[in-house]
Every structure is written in C-alpha cells, then in structure tokens.
Nanobody
C-alpha cells in the first residue's frame, strides 16, 4: 500500500508560479515511477509529467519548458515546479505512483488532488 498526499495548490495570476509537492508513504520501495496528472472541468484526466527512480522525465507538450518535475528520495517526495502559469493550466492536480510487477501486472496509487486555479 502506498499513500500519497499532495500540497501546494492555490490561486495565482497568469504568469505566476506554484510548486506542488507529493509525499509518499507505505511500501515506497516498490515505486518505479511517480508523476502528476490533472483534470480540468469537463475534460479527461491527462498526464502532466512523470519521473522514474532513475531520474528520467517525461512531459506533456503543453507544459514543456514551463513545468519541471523533480524528486527528493531522502524525503520520499516528488515536486512539480510550475512557472509561467496560464489559465488553461487550471485543474485539479493529482499525484500518481506506479508500481510495476511481473509481466503486465502493475499498481497505481493516487493522491486526493490539489486545486490549481490560474486567473487571467
């Protein structure tokens, strides 16, 4: 079992900055990758950024150059630095932990979400 707790969301004007944090606890030794997803009103949940235990990162095209995902293994925490925020970034942001197993088996855990609102 993995528990994820997000923090750092809030209200910010366009062009502003926020940093999201996600603290993991439980069987964290099994986590292969962590990431951030977001869901805007009326839209499907979409990937924002991921980072593996080896440090490899992946970003959605819409946030490349503006967002940076990072991790602190000592603190079991992943971060999302969000710069140059746009109104279209407004969404609930969810932390994800991916635990692969033998074959095609895997587990995914999700945080409760943190609201990010960007005003124009």
């Amino acid at each position: 079992q993995v528990q994820l707790v997000e923090s750092g969301g809030g209200l910010v004007q366009a062009g502003g900055t926020l940093r999201l944090s996600c603290a993991a606890s439980g069987t964290i030794f099994s986590i292969n990758a962590m990431g951030w997803y977001r869901q805007a009103p009326g839209k499907q949940r979409e990937l924002v950024a991921t980072i593996t235990t080896g440090g490899s990162t992946n970003y959605a095209d819409s946030v490349k150059g503006r967002f940076t995902i990072s991790r602190d293994n000592a603190k079991n925490t992943v971060y999302l630095q969000m710069n140059s925020l746009k109104p279209e970034d407004t969404a609930v942001y969810y932390c994800n932990a991916h635990l692969p197993h033998t074959g095609s088996l895997s587990e995914d855990y999700w945080g409760q979400g943190t609201q990010v609102t960007v005003s124009s």
